[in-house]
């Protein structure tokens, strides 16, 4: 195992996902000094996820046969024109367009980052796919941090600081870049190995529609906290910006402990396991979660955080582990399922919150995770392997 590498490509996803972060830190913001409504605010999701996610499986797909290392300072440095953008714009549509820039960036970088680290990682899937998404992670719980602490207090022009950032990613994932070029043999090795688990292709089919049900699930309602949650805070309890950006920073810290967590518990006790208690095992929690007071919803978002996060490794290595030689593809599938999906529901949650309320989207999304009883039809696989 290449824990330096590891760690390199884990760095720049944490860049990466602390940059797209700064977006829905500085919505509230955003929606004063322009006057957008709740459906706005959802579009400018939409825009960025649909970028990030309609683009990930075919550029996997592609680079499944013709791997391009070069992608990955390429893509950085689409973020890096996006992020400034969003520092000068000064009308809705060209905030649409810096969103477009930084979801073609991820787009590009999750599924060979994600084949970089399933190359270096020795045999230790799950720790590698782990450890690559809590860097994501932790970027996305310091980005509304250093937003609150920058660009709340002294102004949208401050956002063009988040560039020095993604210019140092640039760098790392240059020599990164250089690691993979000289290691293709292992990447041409992995694109020869066949399936051991024995299920004819029709099961496997039927697994990944699982998969992506149950990513539909989890990722509903991570947007609907990770879009929303400062405005419910706001509207509910009457805390201030800063106030509502600290408490969305735990429920994200909470999701980066999560996340890294499901990666080596699911090399130990199996994927599977991991997946029904993730999903179905958070489902008290959120349906309790609208009827507490200020105190009892930071708790039981901590909670939230820490069990719903750790089922998204599990998934994408289980993934894997169904179509063997398609890393990149299964894993721009997966992300871009997540990018896909959070952008859609929150432009609908956000249209459903200027009809209805938005403590009627938390009501309404708490029932989500009860399709995690969809993870029974899941093949079991380790006994195989």
């Known amino acids: 195992m290449v824990l330096g590498i590891i760690g390199a490509v884990a760095l720049v996803h944490l860049i990466n996902d602390l940059i797209q972060a700064v977006l829905p830190a500085i919505y509230p913001m955003l929606k004063t000094n322009y006057g957008l409504s709740f ?3 959802g579009l400018i999701t939409l825009t960025f ?16 046969r013709h791997p391009k290392p070069f992608l990955l300072p390429v893509g950085m440095l689409c973020t890096v024109v996006g992020i400034l953008l969003l520092a000068v714009v000064g009308s809705f549509p060209s905030i649409l367009l810096a969103s477009a820039l930084i979801g073609l960036g991820s787009s590009t970088f999750h599924p060979e980052a994600s084949r970089v680290a399933r190359m270096a990682s020795g045999g230790r899937f ?17 980005g509304p941090l250093l937003a609150a602490a920058i ?17 140092f990613a640039v760098f790392v994932l240059y020599r990164v870049g250089g690691w993979y070029a000289r290691h293709l043999a292992l990447f041409r090795a992995s694109r020869g190995l066949q399936p051991t688990h024995g299920l004819s292709r029709r099961r496997v089919m039927g697994a990944l529609a699982v998969l992506a049900l149950l990513v539909f ?15 419910y805070l706001i509207e509910r309890f009457g805390v201030s910006i ?8 735990l429920f994200l810290g909470a999701v980066a402990v999560g996340t890294f967590a499901g990666g080596p518990i699911g090399d130990r006790v199996g994927r599977k396991l991991v997946i029904w208690f993730s999903i179905l095992g958070v489902a008290p929690f959120t349906l309790l979660l609208p009827h507490v007071d200020l105190f009892w919803t930071a708790v039981l978002t901590v909670i939230i955080g820490l069990i719903m996060s750790s089922a998204f ?28 999906i959070g952008g859609i529901s929150a432009a609908l949650l956000g249209h459903l ?13 708490a029932w989500l995770p009860l399709l995690g009883l969809l993870t029974v039809l899941l093949p079991d696989t380790r006994a195989r392997r």
């Open 49 to 64: 996820q649909l970028t990030a996610s309609l683009l990930q499986p075919w550029i996997g797909f592609y680079t499944d």
């Open 151 to 167: 660009v709340v207090p002294f102004g949208q022009s401050n956002i063009a600081w988040f560039a020095l950032f993604g210019v």
């Open 313 to 340: 490794s599990a998934i994408v290595v289980f993934a894997q582990e169904l179509v063997p030689g398609n890393v990149g593809m299964v894993a721009g599938i997966f992300f871009g399922l997540m990018f896909g």
């Open 217 to 231: 699930s989890k990722y509903i309602y991570m947007a609907s906290l990770t879009s929303y949650y400062t405005f």
């Open 353 to 365: 919150a200027d009809i209805r309320g938005i403590v009627h989207v938390y009501q309404l999304c």
């Open 39 to 41: 459906t706005q605010v």
């Open 242 to 249: 800063a106030q509502s950006q600290m408490l969305l920073f």
């Open 126 to 142: 799950g720790f590698a796919q782990s450890t690559f998404q809590v860097g994501g992670n932790t970027g996305s719980a310091f």
